[in-house]
């Protein structure tokens, strides 16, 4: 995994029109083709929008450049006492 660290390596992903920002950390692979991408972030408990769900359509971007589209596999909450993390992974329309 990656961290990010500015805007030329700003993750954004984009369901439904609506753009997804901040990442703590992004899987580093995402320019591969045919190849599985995730995404984690520290979220509210309620910030989930209805639109990010499995199956859903994606397009990933690196600053501004899409990197690919695709598709959301999975979403995994985890929440304890201090934490509450989002991570979303998928796989790109070439897989």
Same mark, same amino acid.
């Given at each position: 995994?990656?961290?990010?660290t +500015?805007?030329?390596?700003? !993750?954004?992903?984009?369901?439904?029109?609506? *753009?997804?920002? +901040?990442w703590?950390?992004?899987? $580093?692979?995402? !320019?591969?083709?045919? +190849?599985?991408?995730?995404?984690? %972030?520290? !979220?509210?408990?309620?910030?989930?929008?209805?639109?990010v769900?499995?199956?859903?359509?994606?397009?990933?971007? %690196? /600053?501004?450049?899409?990197? %690919?589209?695709g598709?959301?596999?999975? !979403? *995994?909450? *985890?929440?304890a006492?201090?934490?509450?993390? %989002?991570?979303? $992974? /998928?796989?790109?329309?070439?897989?």
């Open positions: 995994m990656a961290s990010q +500015d805007d030329t390596d700003r !993750i954004t992903v984009r369901v439904a029109g609506r *753009e997804h920002r +901040d703590t950390t992004y899987d $580093s692979h995402l !320019i591969t083709p045919a +190849d599985a991408w995730q995404v984690t %972030l520290g !979220i509210p408990a309620d910030a989930l929008p209805d639109t769900k499995p199956w859903a359509a994606v397009d990933v971007c %690196l /600053g501004q450049d899409v990197v %690919l589209t598709r959301i596999d999975r !979403i *995994e909450r *985890e929440v006492k201090g934490t509450n993390a %989002l991570a979303i $992974s /998928g796989r790109d329309g070439a897989a």
